[in-house]
């Protein structure tokens, strides 16, 4: 065999690419089927912050909030790679974007809004910087850690499943299949396609099964959608379809619009507290639950469930935070996504150049990230989902202290649609199982703060009516 090129073996020295059993050609396609599967943030974080107003009528622009969500996911993914080395991409972070939309804009300037997510970051990279943060996810049981991968995977699964259309709001139940109790359309059909092919690749033990369904699926619904008869609005946010431009310009201007303390002219010092409070606590347990997830998924968790250069990841985890408020795209967070590039075979950060250099190119070929619709970037969610839900199997369920907060964790995470839901109520009912045993001597310190910071996150409704803040 011939020596590698200088380069190349550099990369691999540096990423360990070879050392954690990988090769260049998986970090290749993990970083690939990543920014495939995580893609739909260049269309769904400019709809969701552009389609609100601020309380004085005000809304961002969203060709702006494109080029600023792209900027930031290429930058802080490139930095993720390099400095923690694990394969892990971030970008805007959806829940918290929606928070910074609907529930803090319409009370204050958007500049006011982005500077409360830079604090929030800066609490995040503190925190970070001082070890608390690694701390806390070092004081969590190995069964929540377990449990909290298994959640995050059916709950992706549940994602991919509501974006492609087969599951929806019944009529008369919570769900159902498809928005009529059947499927119909040929979106959905392209889905079913698309999520049969990922699952026969996997089975058969395909290289690339999950980057090659992506393609085909969306060269399929390209297809379709050109000869079928099709309304637009049945794809939903992406239409698969070649776009009339392929390149355009990148506009920069909400870079650096933010007010690190304009809020607290605009509404009261205890609403602020409590506003920045639910961000960070939003925040922290979303990413440290997707770090913990993919760790996990990849292989890289130590005996202990800890997570390599986890001071690294999560000082970058909070500066993403804080960038992505400077730039006024939201909080920039972990993504979950980052499974389907380890899915893929993607164990180092090699990958995150990757996704970065894609979300760089987005930048300048913005019309072609949104050519990838819902329907074939969805299996790739469920397929993953599949390989989270294996880890079930490590949780020891004959220890009912362990087992009944593992299952909570698993269950409320799917059904409230919230990673941080699940993880609160696990680490809430673990204390209690705890209590309730007469075992309190095993409950960490950082457990009972985490516990009762959660409590308070759960009942923050009437705390603020206690207080009286609005």
Not at 129 to 158: E, H, N, S
Not at 230 to 240: C, E, R, S
Not at 417 to 444: D, H, P, Q, W
Not at 453 to 469: M, N, R, S, T
Request: hydrophobic share 55%; charged share 10%; aromatic share 8%.
């Amino acid at each position: 065999m011939p020596p590698r090129p200088a380069l190349i073996e550099r990369a691999d020295t540096f990423f360990q690419i070879s050392a954690r059993g990988s090769t260049l050609g998986r970090e290749v396609r993990g970083g690939l089927a990543t920014f495939f599967a995580m893609a739909y943030i260049l269309v769904l974080n400019p709809i969701i912050l552009s389609g609100a107003e601020d309380a004085y009528g005000n809304q961002l622009d969203f060709q702006q909030v494109v080029t600023v969500t792209a900027l930031v996911a290429a930058i802080m993914t490139v930095l993720m790679g390099i400095t923690a080395n694990l394969p892990l991409a971030l970008a805007a972070g959806l829940g918290i974007n929606a928070m910074v939309a609907y529930q803090i804009a319409p009370r204050m300037s958007w500049p006011d809004a982005m500077g409360l997510v830079v604090i929030e970051g800066l609490i995040l990279c503190a925190l970070a910087a001082t070890g608390l943060r690694q701390k806390v996810m070092d004081a969590i049981p190995m069964a929540l850690k377990q449990a909290i991968g298994v959640g995050i995977g059916m709950f992706i699964a549940l994602i991919g499943f509501v974006n492609a259309g087969f599951t929806a709001p019944g009529d008369g139940t919570p769900l159902s299949l498809g928005a009529t109790g059947e499927l119909t359309g040929w979106p959905v059909l392209v889905f079913c396609l698309g999520l049969l092919l990922t699952l026969a690749l996997m089975a058969r033990r395909t290289k690339g099964a999950i980057l090659i369904s992506i393609v085909v699926t969306t060269v399929v619904a390209i297809i379709i959608n050109a000869i079928a008869d099709i309304d637009d609005m049945a794809w939903g946010l992406t239409v698969p379809q070649l776009p009339d431009d392929i390149v355009g310009t990148p506009d920069f201007g909400l870079l650096g619009q933010f007010s690190l303390l304009g809020a607290f002219g605009e509404i009261t010092w205890i609403t602020v507290l409590l506003i920045t409070f639910t961000l960070f606590l939003t925040d922290f347990f979303d990413s440290m639950g997707t770090a913990v997830a993919v760790s996990g998924e990849a292989g890289l968790l130590d005996e202990k469930g800890r997570v390599p250069r986890l001071g690294r990841l999560l000082f970058v985890d909070g500066l993403a935070a804080a960038a992505g408020g400077a730039a006024s795209a939201s909080s920039g967070t972990s993504y979950i996504e980052s499974a389907a590039g380890v899915g893929e075979g993607a164990r180092t950060g090699f990958a995150n150049l990757i996704t970065g250099a894609l979300f760089a190119l987005a930048l300048l070929f913005a019309p072609l990230a949104a050519v990838v619709p819902a329907q074939a970037a969805a299996p790739a969610l469920v397929a993953v989902g599949f390989l989270m839900m294996t880890q079930v199997a490590r949780i020891d369920w004959n220890d009912y202290t362990l087992a009944v907060p593992a299952f909570v964790t698993i269950a409320v995470m799917p059904f409230t649609y919230s990673i941080t839901n699940g993880i609160g109520a696990g680490f809430v009912t673990y204390v209690l199982m705890k209590i309730a045993t007469g075992r309190v001597r095993e409950i960490n310190w950082m457990l009972w703060l985490t516990g009762a910071l959660f409590v308070i996150y759960f009942a923050i409704d009437p705390v603020q009516q206690v207080l009286g803040v609005n």
